[in-house]
């Protein structure tokens, strides 16, 4: 495929090419030329560069694009070769993210304990991150029954080799599985090694990156104000 088309037409346009940036190619969705649709627009609030933006089919979380940033203050962006579709949107900065994931179609219906259990798997997983912080988590209670959260994972001690933290931010799918609630896939975001002084960015959801519909044409956005 091209050397996977151009290693992702170097990651979209991004910065100079690293190991983390090799690794999110193989993460992320390749777009399809043959479909029309898309999506662009502008972050107008908060005015900061976007380091990442990305986009999340509803029907499919597996699959995952990487849209193209640009202008001179990189707070301009557009996803080409969209399938037609809802998608929600993250928008990572260097200093924090936002998300608009829909983590349940329904009203969520997880008791305290299911938090409490579900927060306790998620601290056993991967122990090579020290730390797991969940930001948000919705699902239905019962038997068999699924939840999602989105988390960051943090491993906030460096190495022999390199100072700094390895960190990603991940969508996190559980089910109950009757002795209790058990990881069954983890989505990586974006995965980075980072400056300790900046390891755990603020995170805040965002309703206008939530349910975005791509139809056969790219669709203009315009102005985003991810405060509300």
């Given at each position: 495929m091209a050397f996977r088309t151009l290693l992702f037409a170097l990651l979209l346009a991004g910065s100079a090419f690293s190991s983390d940036s090799l690794e999110r190619i193989r993460l992320y969705t390749m777009p399809d030329p043959a479909n029309p649709g898309g999506l662009k627009g502008r972050i107008a609030h908060p005015e900061l560069p976007i380091e990442q933006i990305l986009a999340m089919p509803d029907v499919n979380p597996e699959e995952l694009y990487a849209g193209e940033i640009t202008g001179p203050k990189r707070d301009t962006f557009q996803f080409t070769g969209l399938p037609a579709g809802k998608y929600d949107l993250v928008v990572i900065y260097?200093?924090?993210?936002?998300?608009?994931?829909?983590?349940?179609?329904?009203?969520?219906?997880?008791?305290?304990?299911?938090?409490?259990?579900?927060?306790?798997?998620?601290?056993?997983?991967?122990?090579?991150?020290?730390?797991?912080?969940?930001?948000?988590?919705?699902?239905?209670?019962?038997?068999?029954?699924?939840?999602?959260?989105?988390?960051?994972?943090?491993?906030?001690?460096?190495?022999?080799?390199?100072?700094?933290?390895?960190?990603?931010?991940?969508?996190?799918?559980?089910?109950?599985?009757?002795?209790?609630?058990?990881?069954?896939?983890?989505?990586?975001?974006?995965?980075?090694?980072?400056?300790?002084?900046?390891?755990?960015?603020?995170?805040?959801?965002?309703?206008?990156?939530?349910?975005?519909?791509?139809?056969?044409?790219?669709?203009?956005?315009?102005?985003?104000?991810?405060?509300?």
């Open positions: 260097d200093s924090s993210f936002y998300e608009g994931l829909q983590l349940n179609r329904d009203t969520s219906t997880l008791t305290p304990d299911d938090r409490k259990n579900i927060e306790a798997a998620i601290q056993k997983s991967e122990p090579f991150f020290s730390k797991k912080v969940v930001h948000r988590v919705e699902g239905l209670t019962g038997r068999s029954s699924a939840a999602r959260g989105i988390c960051t994972y943090l491993r906030d001690k460096g190495s022999s080799e390199r100072a700094d933290f390895r960190r990603t931010y991940k969508l996190v799918i559980l089910k109950d599985v009757g002795p209790g609630w058990q990881i069954v896939r983890a989505r990586d975001l974006y995965p980075v090694w980072t400056d300790p002084r900046h390891a755990l960015p603020p995170h805040h959801f965002s309703a206008a990156l939530n349910q975005l519909r791509v139809a056969d044409q790219m669709k203009d956005l315009g102005e985003i104000d991810l405060a509300r």
